[in-house]
Every structure is written in C-alpha cells, then in structure tokens.
C-alpha cells in the first residue's frame, strides 16, 4: 500500500519523513499555496480577459466567486504531485491546521482530482507521538474554515486592486491600499501627528543620595509642604499646561529651576528625619504560554527580531519538530505538556517551585487557529543545549521554553518597601521616597533566569536592598552618629516627551487588542508598508513618511470606515462568524463591494471628486508656519514663500514628519532656490566656477549653462557644506579627478574622483570607495594603492550573516563598486544609506532582499 502525505514545505516534509515508515509512505511538498487568484494580468486565462471583472480576479457579478488559476512558478510541482497521486492508493492532506493550511488542502485536492481516497490529518507538533494520532484521527476537509480563508483572500483583493489604482493617480505610483495595513498605518500616523503637535513642558524635582551601612540610598522628592509636587503626567500634551482638572498650590506645585536649587542649596544642612515606614508583599504570577503575537513582541523586544524574522525562525522550529504550531492565538496547554512541564520544574528546581495546581490559561472568544500555544514539542521539555540549537534559533526557542515552564512554576512573592524622610527648610517640609524591592521567594523568576552564568546573583540582581531603617530616625550629625547620612541633593530639570512612536512590538499589541487582522497576519502587514514606503525603521522605531500622510489624508477622505479599527475588526468578526458556518459570505461580500456605500462606489466618486494637489497636502501652522508640505510623483516636497514668490523644494527621504519644523523646512527651500553663487574664473579654463544645487544636492559646475552645452559638474564631497566652499576649493573640487601617480605593476594612473555613489579610487577596471576619515582632495597614492589591492584581493564577502530561511544558501555583504550589497543567489540590494557593513543583520538583509524581488525572501514573507 502506498500512502502520499502532502505538507506545505521541504523542511516539514523532511521531518515527518522519519516519523513514517520507508516503506509504504511517501512525503511530498506544495510548496505552500499551489493555486491563487490571478497576479498579473498574463495570468488571466484567455477566455476571462474581456470580463470586467477578470481584473479583480473576482466574479463580483455572479456570487463573489474566485478565479484561482496555478502560477507559472507551480506548475511543475503540481505535475510532480499529480504523479506522485497516480501511484498512491490513498492521499492525506497533512497541511497546517489554520484556515491558510485548510485552504491549501482544499485547493490540493480540487487541483489533483484524485481518483483515491482523501483523509485530512492535523497536529499542532511534528513528534512521532502527534505525526500517529493525526495517521488515526482523520477528518474531511472544513468547508467552513476554507470558506473564512476565502472570504479574507477576496476582501483583501477587493480592497487592494480596487483602491490602489486610485493611490497611482492622486498621490503618486507604486502605492497600495489594503484591508489591515492602511489601519495600520493609520495608527503610525495618528502617533505621529501627535508627536508634531506635541507642546513640551519644563518641570523640576530633588534627587537625593543617601546611605547608611555602607549602602547607598537614591530618594527622589514627591511633596512640598503635603502638595504633591508636579510629573509629566499632569500636563497637557497639546498645551504644554497644567492639566485643567489640576489647580496649582492645592493639587500639585510646579517647582522652577530657581525653586529647586534653593531647595538643593539647603536641604543638606537641615535636619532630616524618617517619618514612615510601608511594606507590601506582592505575588506576581507568570504571563500565560506564548501565542503568535506575545511570541512577536516578545522577540523584538528581549531579541530585536523584526515580526518577519520571529515567525521565520518560529516556521523553521516548528517545521524541524522543536515547538509546537507558530500560527496560534489560543493560550491552551495540553495535559501532555502540562505534565511534562509540571515533571521537568521539579526535577530542575525541586517540588517546591511547582504551582499549588495545575495552571490553564483561557482565550479570547476569537481564538480560531491552532488549538494550543506555542511551547516545546513533546513532553520531555528539551532545553536548547539538549536539542543542540545554536544562533538565533536557540535564543528563540529558550524564550519558548522558559515561558512554558513558568506556566507551571509557583508564584514570585516579592516584599516593596517605601521610606518617607521630611526635612524642613525655610518653614517648608520636603518630603522624599525611597524605594526597596526584595524577593521573598523567586517563583517562577527562577525559571527566567535559567541559562544565566550565576542564575543566583541574575536573582539578586533583580532585587533593589534598602539598610536596616526606622521610623523616628535622622540624618547622623557626624561620622560617628548612627543614622543615615545625607550625601548630596540634585536639583533636576525635566521636559515632558512626545508620545513614543510604535515599535513592532508595540504596533502588533495595538494591532491585537484592537481586534484587526489575525497574528499569523502581523509579519506581513509590516513588511509590507515598509516596502511600499510608508514606513521606515529608526533604530526599533517605525516612522511614518509623508507618503503614509498623503496616502491616510486620502483613506480618511474616502474610505473611512476601511480605515476605522472598529470597523475593521468587526470584519475580522465576521470572518470568525463564516468560519464557524454562522454566516454567509456572499451578502457580506455584496454589501462590502457593490453596496450604496461600497468599494467600487467610493472609487468611482474619488475619481471624479478627489483633488491630488488638495488630498496629499500637510499644514501644521503652530510647528511648520506657513509652509505646506505636500506628496507629488517624485516624492514630498515642502511649498513656501522666499522674496515674494512661491517656491518649492524636495524633502529628503529620512525626515520624519514628527521631526519637522518650520526652521528645517526654512533651510530646505532656502538651500534649493538659493541662486546660482560665481565663486570666480578658472584660472586655466577661464570659465566661471560656480556653487549650484540640484535636485541630488549642492555641486560645482564649471562654466555657465547658457553658453556650455554639457558644462562638468562635481557633487560636493561628504562633510563638505555649500558655505564652506570658496573659490580656491571650488576649483580643486571641479578639476577632479585627481590624478595620483602610477600603479607600481602596471605604470597606469591610478585617479581619485566623485561618483554617483561618493569618492573612490580608481585604476583601470577597479573602483575602491574611498572610507570614512580618507578625503578624495587629500588621499595620497599609497593610501589608493592599498585600496585598491584590497578591492582586487577580494573574492570573498566582508561578512556572512547566514543560511537563507528560504533556501539555506548563504546570505553575504559584500562592498562593492557602487557601495556595500547583501547578496543571495545572484540578487544583489544595496545598503541604505543608514546602514553599514558591520552592524547589517539578517533581518535587515532579509528586507533589502524583499524589496529587490528574491523570490525566495518574498517566500519567506508570505
């Protein structure tokens, strides 16, 4: 008997295989989805391209129903699997078990068309344990689940190939609208629209250093005279004021720097005494096990892992036989893993450490994929050194690991002390705080701090001691006196923060509690608005651009219940209600496209009625003046008037919105329409040399444009302002290249020179960049010459960041002529300009690569 088991992927495949016998199964891959909706419009079959509807890929004229057709790029391995289903006598459909890895099976079996019977296994692990119970616990195919995929897969297409198009025409091309990822970046640009109209305020405190035994004491001042003395939190974001529920004097005293440092002045002279004394103890109780998206933030916070990157790594373990299902928003646990996580707690910290009982956590109402949290596969509870993990993997999984076992693992019991010391100055009575935090029992921070050097010292590291201390005691008058002693008094200025721009993590915990788009969805969504452009990466910080601006100006305008989190999360409802066969797609459908206030109505009007100069247009009088920023095809451009005239000037790409004022937009249009500057005559050319600036920025031209047909033109070198330059550097920078000397092997001239992509050296065929601290005006022949060898010595990458997640094959940064590149199979993607070979990652590659097309990157993204 020859039994074929259909996976989505080689490396999930490769693991099943040795759960099988040799004989008698067959494991083969889909490669994920093996039928789609069309992607271009040669995709489209010949007999549908007259349809007004073939665009869409959706028959919006007869049931909403898909047009799915096989990409060019899965043809082959639907023939393989048509083959290998001729010579099995039974079929299992051994997808994962979400509404995607259903979906994939059900477009299996109606793009096979088997001729034998058909049984759909599920497992949330790849062990041979699960692998045998899925073998004899088959069921058919749930319609409901495929019927919620679909749904999705039309909305989204609706949604992107209807509204997108319109993007192209007001704003400016290459854009894209869709269902999650325009509320997505409407909540960037809501943060961000709150950061350039934020009002700071300035406000003061006292620190104080104290100690006693030895033991340093930090005490921070909260009241003067029984007030409360002010804190960020009471001022207004918008007004920089006191918040208006606040009466100053009564509610809180607002100190100033002159206030507080007579405070400082003379609080170390007077008397101090403790006057209370309060002691809590708290339990705290571990977080529940991981589902997609704790895994996800907790990833890019304690790992710096992008989402993409997480469930890249998250896929890999799961599909190597490690953890159990990566796409999962329930937090339930198995008897199996409880047990085996409940055994290895005591065996590894003894009975003690184990919950009073067993702890089981409860989903939200909406938790529709997998059936369990992610945790280790099995029951044995592996560590990463027993599975022999390594790099990112190992960081990764011991997350995992540590959040399972802590599910099991008693309650922390931490004690908090609070001291109040008052001292009186001038007739005013300073109170100050300090605090101590101390571990009456570590609980399940035992199991956190495992894998550390000295797991005890990471204990105590998390704990903050105060010296013994008593009510009624005071300041010691002397070094002999036995009471604490008062080292100094700080005054301290603080200004108030804009809101924090969102950070991955932070964006998909907005984006879960809210409701929109699924966990296993997240990943995507992010990488996308990045490579359209919406957003880039400062540090952990997403950043809107004023393309997401223009491109929510215009949501907002004409399409705002798509963009509405409430709306879009009632859609994520009635996915949920079509998944579990409450409800019919096809009037949803209806309504959402075709109704009185559809898609395809709202496009039509926008069409007609939107204004592109109007609808990308940014004005924030307070901060920006009278300047106005707007988005054309060539990107954002700031409009304003200089010397009576209206004048414009292009952005740079790596101002962020929220960092704009009115003196940078000033600059901006200054430095664009300054008039062409004659720095004076060439001495040999008699030509004039002139300081111009050009849309690439500020350069210097030899001769005049009106009587040169094609007059030389060198881009100032880097570090070199307009105003710095004058005649005399004028003409050394328009007579480059330089020519340095002969090479010592070949006698031919070795030059410096500005290119496109900044200075190099050059001789014959070899381009050397020049590097940080060499000057293209100043770099001697030896200097090139060591370049050069280097760049000719070269056959191998600066560095190797790793195997490909998508292909194994190695991922490489290399400098090259035209500035450093990631490389995989024959892709290369240049750096941007904030990135360097050295600090580069693997995720930072990994989106370079998207962006350039890899087709196996765009895999691993999907």
Do not use: C
């Not at 907790?298 to 159990?324: C, D, F, H, P």
């Amino acid at each position: 008997m020859k039994r074929l088991v259909v996976v989505e992927s080689p490396t999930k495949a490769r693991t099943i295989r040795e759960f099988l016998p040799e004989t008698g199964y067959r494991v083969e891959a889909s490669m994920g989805h093996i039928r789609d909706l069309p992607a271009s419009a040669d995709q489209i079959p010949s007999e549908y391209k007259d349809e007004d509807w073939s665009r869409l890929g959706v028959k919006v004229t007869n049931g909403f129903e898909p047009l799915y057709v096989v990409p060019p790029d899965k043809k082959e391995v639907v023939r393989d699997l048509k083959q290998a289903v001729s010579d099995a006598d039974r079929l299992y459909i051994a997808t994962d078990e979400d509404r995607e890895g259903e979906s994939i099976g059900w477009h299996l079996i109606h793009t096979l068309d088997p001729d034998v019977p058909v049984e759909r296994m599920v497992f949330h692990e790849i062990t041979e344990d699960a692998i045998q119970r899925a073998l004899d616990d088959t069921r058919d195919i749930d319609q409901h689940l495929v019927e919620a995929q679909q749904t999705r897969r039309i909305l989204d297409r609706l949604v992107g190939y209807s509204i997108s198009p319109l993007l192209w025409r007001k704003i400016k091309p290459k854009l894209s609208a869709g269902r999650v990822q325009s509320v997505a970046v409407r909540l960037l640009v809501q943060k961000e629209r709150e950061r350039i109209t934020f009002v700071p305020a300035t406000y003061w405190d006292l620190d104080a250093q104290l100690a006693k035994q030895g033991i340093g004491v930090e005490a921070e001042m909260t009241h003067l005279n029984e007030v409360r003395l002010a804190s960020g939190k009471d001022f207004d974001e918008d007004t920089g004021r006191l918040k208006e529920s606040l009466t100053e004097g009564e509610d809180v005293v607002l100190l100033d720097e002159e206030q507080a440092t007579a405070l400082a002045e003379g609080l170390p002279e007077t008397r101090w005494r403790i006057d209370d004394i309060k002691e809590r103890t708290r339990t705290k109780s571990p977080f529940p096990p991981f589902i997609t998206s704790t895994l996800q933030q907790e990833a890019n916070r304690k790992l710096n892992l992008s989402s993409s990157r997480t469930m890249s790594v998250a896929q890999s373990l799961y599909e190597n036989g490690y953890i159990t299902y990566m796409r999962t928003d329930s937090t339930n646990l198995s008897s199996e893993a409880v047990e085996g996580a409940r055994r290895t707690v005591a065996q590894r910290y003894g009975d003690e450490y184990l919950s009073d009982g067993v702890r089981q956590y409860s989903s939200s109402d909406s938790a529709q994929e997998a059936h369990e949290a992610i945790r280790p596969a099995g029951s044995e509870m592996k560590t990463k050194d027993e599975l022999g993990l390594s790099g990112i993997e190992a960081a990764l999984y011991d997350l995992i690991w540590k959040r399972m076992l802590a599910t099991q693992t008693a309650d922390a019991k931490v004690r908090y002390t609070n001291v109040y010391f008052d001292a009186e100055v001038d007739g005013d009575v300073a109170r100050f705080r300090a605090s101590g935090k101390r571990l009456d029992f570590p609980g399940f921070f035992r199991v956190l701090v495992e894998g550390s050097e000295d797991p005890e010292a990471a204990l105590r590291d998390q704990e903050r001691p105060l010296p013994p201390l008593e009510v009624g005691e005071t300041a010691a008058q002397s070094a002999d006196d036995d009471g604490f002693q008062v080292r100094s008094v700080e005054p301290l200025g603080h200004e108030t923060k804009p809101p924090s721009r969102y950070t991955e993590a932070s964006l998909v915990e907005t984006l879960e509690e809210e409701g929109i788009g699924r966990p296993s969805t997240y990943a995507s969504i992010i990488g996308t608005i990045q490579q359209r452009g919406y957003v880039r990466k400062k540090s952990s910080a997403l950043v809107p651009t004023f393309t997401a601006f223009a491109t929510n100006n215009l949501m907002e305008t004409q399409f705002e219940p798509l963009v509405d989190v409430h709306f879009t999360a009632e859609m994520e409802d009635v996915l949920d209600d079509i998944a579990r066969g409450r409800k019919d797609p096809t009037p949803y459908l209806r309504d959402f496209y075709k109704g009185e206030e559809g898609v395809e109505t709202r496009v039509e009007q926008g069409l007609d009625d939107i204004d592109p100069k109007q609808i990308s247009e940014m004005s924030f009088p307070d901060q920006w003046g009278e300047y106005v920023v707007r988005v054309g095809k060539y990107g954002a451009y700031v409009e304003g008037e200089m010397d009576g005239a209206t004048v414009t000037a292009s952005i740079p790409d790596d101002l962020a919105p929220g960092d704009t004022t009115e003196e940078r937009l000033r600059e901006i249009l200054e430095e664009a329409n300054r008039g062409d500057r004659v720095l004076g005559i060439h001495p040999e050319a008699s030509l004039p040399v002139l300081l111009k600036s050009g849309p690439y920025g500020p350069y210097v031209q030899l001769g005049d444009d009106e009587e040169e047909d094609d007059p030389k033109r060198v881009s100032l070198p880097p570090d070199v302002e307009p105003e710095d330059v004058d005649f005399d550097l004028g003409v050394r920078i328009v007579d480059l290249p330089r020519i340095l000397g002969e090479h010592p092997d070949t006698g031919k001239e070795i030059e410096a020179d500005i290119g496109r992509y900044g200075p190099y050296v050059r001789h014959e065929g070899t381009f050397a960049s020049l590097q940080k601290g060499d000057d293209v005006l100043e770099v001697g022949l030896e200097r090139a010459l060591e370049l050069i060898r280097r760049k000719e010595a070269r056959n191998e990458p600066d560095r190797v960041l790793g195997p490909h997640p998508g292909s194994d094959e190695p991922v490489e940064v290399w400098n090259g002529r035209y500035g450093p590149y990631v490389k995989h199979d024959g892709t290369n993607a240049s750096l941007k300009d904030d990135q360097s070979i050295d600090d580069v990652t693997m995720d930072d590659a990994l989106d370079l690569l998207a962006e350039k097309g890899d087709e196996a990157t765009q895999k691993v993204r999907e």
